[in-house]
C-alpha cells in the first residue's frame, strides 16, 4: 500500500483497559539474583520494576481476561456485542487452543469469533489495524484487541542480558465505528525473517519440538543479540514513523503524543532522536512494568489515557521478534 486510504467508516478505540499482577520484581530483587546492579539496568534501560504473575495455575490467558474485562466495565457495551476479539501474544496458555477463544467465552462474549496473532512486540498494534480493516470494511461492528503477555514463563532467571528487561501485563481496547471523523488514520508494516536468529525461543515448535537437548540447551527461554536487536528496532521504527508522517502531510511537531513500544528507554531516546520527533511527546511507562511485548501500547494508553482530547493526533509505532515493525496514525476520538 502506498497511498492514504480514503474511508467511509473509520474505526475508533472507545474504551482502554488493561491488568497487571500485583508482585513486583525490582532491579534490588535482580541484584540478588544475578550478577546486575539498579544503576547498570536503569542506565542500558529505563526499567526499574516490573509485575510478575507468580501464580504457576495462572497463564495468559488470566492476565488476558482481566484486561478484557476491564475494559468492558467501562462501556456500554455488553460481551454478546463482540463480534471479533484478536489476543496478541507469545506466550498463549497452550500451543495448541487459541486462547483468544477462551478469553472469549470466560468474558461472554458468545458472538465473537476469536483467535490470537503473533506477532512478538508489534502484535497490539497489527491487531489494531486488523481490527480497524474489519470494522472499516463493514464486517464488524466492536472489535476487543487484546495483547497480554506472561513474559515470566519463558525468562531465564539467571540470564542477566534478558531477565532484566521483561515483565508481565495485559492491555485492551475496544474499538468499534467512530461516530464522528476521528479514529484509525493509517498505517505502514513490514517484517523481516532476519530477526529470527536474534529474538527467538528456539524450542517449543515444530523446528525443535521440546526434548531433554532442548531443555538442557535452554532453547526453551527467550534469547536475544541485544545490541543487534537495539540497531534495527530504532532505525525501522524511526523509518516507520517517518513514512506514516510524510504519506499524510504531517510534520513531527503536529503528533500530540507518540505511542512507542516500551521496549527500552535507549530506544525510545534513539527513535525520538533519529525520526526527529519532540521527546516530551513520548509517553512512557517502563520505568514501572519493563518490557511487556503485546501489553506496552495498551497500558501506555491506559496509563495517559486522561490526558487525549477528542482530536489529538496519536502516532504509534512498534517493534518486536520475527523481525516485525510498524507505525500507525489515528486521531483521539473521545
Ligand atoms: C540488552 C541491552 C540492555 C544490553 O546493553 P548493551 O549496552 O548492548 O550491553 P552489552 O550487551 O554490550 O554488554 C555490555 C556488558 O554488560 C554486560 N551485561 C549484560 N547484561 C548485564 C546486566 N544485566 N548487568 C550487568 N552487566 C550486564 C555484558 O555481559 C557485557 O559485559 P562484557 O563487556 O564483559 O562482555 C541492550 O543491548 C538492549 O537494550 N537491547 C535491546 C533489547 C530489547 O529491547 N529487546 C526487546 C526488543 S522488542
Not at 129 to 150: M, Q, R, T, W, Y
Not at 254 to 276: E, F, G, P
Request: negative net charge.
Amino acid at each position: 500500500m502506498t497511498s492514504v486510504p480514503q474511508k467511509t467508516i473509520k474505526a475508533a478505540i472507545t474504551a482502554v483497559g488493561g491488568f497487571v499482577p500485583d508482585d513486583i520484581l525490582t532491579n534490588f530483587d535482580l541484584e540478588k539474583m544475578v550478577d546486575t546492579s539498579d544503576e547498570w539496568i536503569m542506565s542500558r534501560t529505563g526499567i526499574k520494576e516490573r509485575r510478575i504473575l507468580k501464580d504457576p495455575s495462572k497463564g495468559t490467558s488470566f492476565l488476558a481476561i482481566e484486561a478484557a474485562r476491564d475494559v468492558l466495565s467501562k462501556t456500554d457495551t455488553a460481551p454478546e456485542e463482540i463480534d471479533m476479539l484478536i489476543l496478541a501474544t507469545i506466550t498463549p496458555d497452550m500451543k495448541v487452543a487459541a486462547t483468544a477463544a477462551k478469553v472469549a467465552t470466560d468474558i461472554g462474549a458468545i458472538n465473537a469469533f476469536a483467535f490470537d496473532l503473533q506477532a512478538a512486540c508489534s502484535g497490539f498494534l497489527y491487531s489494531m489495524s486488523l481490527a480497524a480493516a474489519k470494522i472499516e470494511s463493514g464486517h464488524c461492528n466492536k472489535v476487543l484487541v487484546v495483547g497480554a503477555d506472561k513474559m515470566s514463563s519463558i525468562v531465564d532467571y539467571s540470564d542477566r542480558t534478558t531477565c532484566i528487561i521483561f515483565g508481565d501485563g495485559a492491555g485492551a481496547v475496544l474499538m468499534e465505528v467512530s461516530s464522528n471523523s476521528y479514529g484509525w488514520e493509517d498505517d505502514f508494516f513490514r517484517s523481516s525473517g532476519v530477526g529470527q536468529d536474534y529474538l527467538h525461543v528456539k524450542a517449543g515448535g515444530s523446528l525443535f519440538p521440546t526434548s531433554s537437548y532442548t531443555l538442557a540447551k535452554g532453547w526453551e527461554s527467550i534469547y536475544q543479540d541485544g545490541k543487534t536487536v537495539f540497531k534495527y528496532a530504532v532505525s525501522e521504527m524511526a523509518a516507520a514513523t517517518q513514512k506514516v508522517l510524510e504519506r499524510n502531510k504531517l510534520d513531527p511537531e503536529m503528533v500530540d503524543y507518540v505511542i512507542a513500544h516500551q521496549a527500552n528507554k535507549r530506544i525510545l531516546d534513539a527513535t525520538q532522536t533519529r525520526a526527529n520527533l519532540n521527546k516530551k511527546k513520548f509517553l512512557t511507562n517502563i520505568e514501572h512494568y519493563g518490557n511487556t511485548t503485546a501489553a506496552t501500547l495498551p497500558l501506555l494508553m491506559r496509563d495517559f489515557e486522561n490526558q487525549f482530547k477528542i482530536g489529538d493526533k496519536l502516532l504509534f509505532t512498534a517493534f518486536g521478534g520475527g523481525f516485525t515493525w510498524g507505525s500507525a496514525l489515528y486521531t483521539w476520538a473521545y
